[in-house]
């Protein structure tokens, strides 16, 4: 097992000052980074720094994507049918499979961690899951009422247009309905 990080030993306040200064930077010049750590007391490598850097920019860049993906839905899909919860279910639905490949290639974690972490993935899994199964649930039941109301409308305007039985029923069955609803 590798020996733990330096930047793990850190405290919460010097681990949110090192992580200000990279995003200062850009996540570039760490010649520059590890003189800074060392005038502030830090003696943190180059290599450490840099990967550490590269995780954290990958998790900012995450968080844009997500919340740009978000925003996008938010102004384009119209919520009438609740396709921005169908939508926003299937993109937490791909960052959690995303994880879970993450999780299979982490060799630094101790077996019974990755174990761990692979049952809370799995528990969001199915989280997910069911949360998309009851979306699609609502989702037609909406549409069947939509259908419904589309039907007693047409059937109302058809009737009061002396359209005959049968083209009343033709209609229903056009709109998916049957006789019963």
């Given at each position: ?86 939508a926003v279910i299937s ?91």
């Amino acid at each position: 097992m590798p020996k733990p990080s330096l930047i793990d030993g850190l405290t919460p306040e010097q681990r949110a000052a090192f992580e200000q200064e990279l995003i200062r930077r850009n996540f570039t010049d760490y010649d520059g980074l590890v003189d800074w750590l060392a005038a502030n007391g830090f003696e943190i490598s180059r290599s450490s720094a840099y990967r550490h850097g590269s995780k954290l920019k990958r998790k900012l860049q995450a968080v844009k994507n997500s919340t740009e993906a978000a925003r996008l839905i938010a102004e384009a899909a119209p919520d009438d049918a609740d396709l921005r919860s169908a939508a926003v279910i299937s993109l937490v639905q791909s960052e959690l499979f995303d994880v879970m490949v993450t999780l299979q290639d982490l060799d630094e974690a101790e077996p019974s961690e990755r174990v761990g972490l692979l049952k809370e993935a799995a528990k969001s899994v199915l989280d997910m899951t069911k949360a998309s199964v009851l979306q699609k649930k609502w989702k037609q039941e909406i549409e069947h009422k939509i259908r419904e109301q589309a039907a007693q409308a047409a059937t109302s305007a058809a009737k009061a247009e002396g359209v005959s039985e049968q083209g009343i029923e033709r209609i229903r069955e056009a709109l998916g309905m049957n006789n019963n609803g």
